[in-house]
């Protein structure tokens, strides 16, 4: 099992210390938030680990019938995955969204078959992750909608969230279950299941035990990525509690 941990815990000034991060941890990064030569730094700071990169969300929404500039920043993100070898792009269906759900999600699946595409002739493997919160009233794919995604696009990976799956009430294992070989990797946080809080594992009251067993039998391949916002300051206290975790729950 693979472990990397989202820059989402360093924003902006705070990213070099992730330099210090044991080097046997991949990093995943928000591509959208600094320019090309930023990354080329940051990279050479953090040093050879595995990478992969988190496509826009904040600036892109695929279910905005009026933003077209979806596949301009999609090719720069994945032209940025090909250079620095990422062994995958997340990519988000929604943010908020505005109108009939079924003419969304047609919209939004029309979207994706291009990004799909374009990430193929990069090279680039797509992974879709679910989004959307019921607290928010956002939730464009519910559980058969999303996971009928890898049905329409078989060559797509497919990520879990916890956070949102926990705040939307599926039953985390059985989707784990369900996906099978088709997870490929897992954004790991917890919450109360009220909101989507991206606290580190053991401060919420989603079942570790059930869902790290149903990703050791049905998903070892799946890379876990710790999206934590929160928690930690340092990435030794970081290491120390991925450590702890991985004894609890033999992983």
């Given at each position: 099992?693979?472990?990397?941990?989202?820059?989402?815990?360093?924003?902006?000034?705070?990213?070099?210390?992730?330099?210090?991060?044991?080097?046997?941890?991949?990093?995943?990064?928000?591509?959208?938030?600094?320019?090309?030569?930023?990354?080329?730094?940051?990279?050479?700071?953090?040093?050879?680990?595995?990478?992969?990169?988190?496509?826009?969300?904040?600036?892109?929404?695929?279910?905005?019938?009026?933003?077209?500039?979806?596949?301009?920043?999609?090719?720069?993100?994945?032209?940025?995955?090909?250079?620095?070898?990422?062994?995958?792009?997340?990519?988000?269906?929604?943010?908020?969204?505005?109108g009939d759900k079924e003419q969304l999600r047609e919209l939004v699946i029309s979207r994706l078959r291009k990004v799909i595409?374009?990430?193929?002739?990069?090279?680039?493997?797509?992974?879709?992750?679910?989004?959307?919160?019921?607290?928010?009233?956002?939730?464009?794919?519910?559980?058969?909608?999303?996971?009928?995604?890898?049905?329409?696009?078989?060559?797509?990976?497919?990520?879990?969230?916890?956070?949102?799956?926990?705040?939307?009430?599926?039953?985390?294992?059985?989707?784990?279950?369900a996906l099978g070989e088709r997870l490929a990797a897992c954004h790991v946080h917890d919450n109360d299941g009220n909101g989507?809080?991206?606290?580190?594992?053991?401060?919420?009251?989603?079942?570790?035990?059930?869902?790290?067993?149903?990703?050791?039998?049905?998903?070892?391949?799946?890379?876990?990525?710790?999206?934590?916002?929160?928690?930690?300051?340092?990435?030794?206290?970081?290491?120390?509690?991925?450590?702890?975790?991985?004894?609890?729950?033999?992983?």
């Amino acid at each position: 099992m693979k472990f990397e941990v989202s820059d989402l815990l360093f924003p902006a000034f705070t990213k070099d210390a992730m330099k210090n991060l044991d080097k046997q941890y991949g990093i995943e990064f928000f591509y959208e938030f600094g320019k090309d030569y930023y990354w080329n730094q940051q990279l050479e700071d953090w040093g050879e680990r595995a990478f992969s990169i988190h496509a826009p969300c904040v600036a892109l929404n695929l279910a905005d019938k009026e933003q077209e500039i979806y596949k301009q920043a999609m090719e720069k993100t994945f032209a940025y995955a090909q250079k620095c070898k990422a062994d995958f792009v997340v990519v988000h269906t929604n943010e908020a969204i505005a109108g009939d759900k079924e003419q969304l999600r047609e919209l939004v699946i029309s979207r994706l078959r291009k990004v799909i595409t374009l990430g193929e002739s990069y090279g680039v493997k797509v992974l879709i992750e679910n989004v959307g919160l019921r607290t928010k009233n956002n939730v464009l794919f519910d559980l058969p909608a999303y996971l009928a995604l890898f049905e329409t696009f078989p060559q797509a990976g497919a990520l879990i969230d916890t956070g949102h799956a926990h705040v939307n009430g599926w039953d985390i294992p059985e989707v784990v279950k369900a996906l099978g070989e088709r997870l490929a990797a897992c954004h790991v946080h917890d919450n109360d299941g009220n909101g989507d809080a991206h606290l580190p594992v053991g401060q919420g009251d989603i079942e570790w035990t059930a869902y790290f067993d149903a990703v050791k039998k049905y998903a070892p391949q799946a890379t876990q990525v710790f999206e934590y916002c929160c928690g930690f300051n340092n990435t030794k206290d970081l290491e120390e509690h991925i450590a702890e975790l991985k004894a609890n729950y033999k992983l």
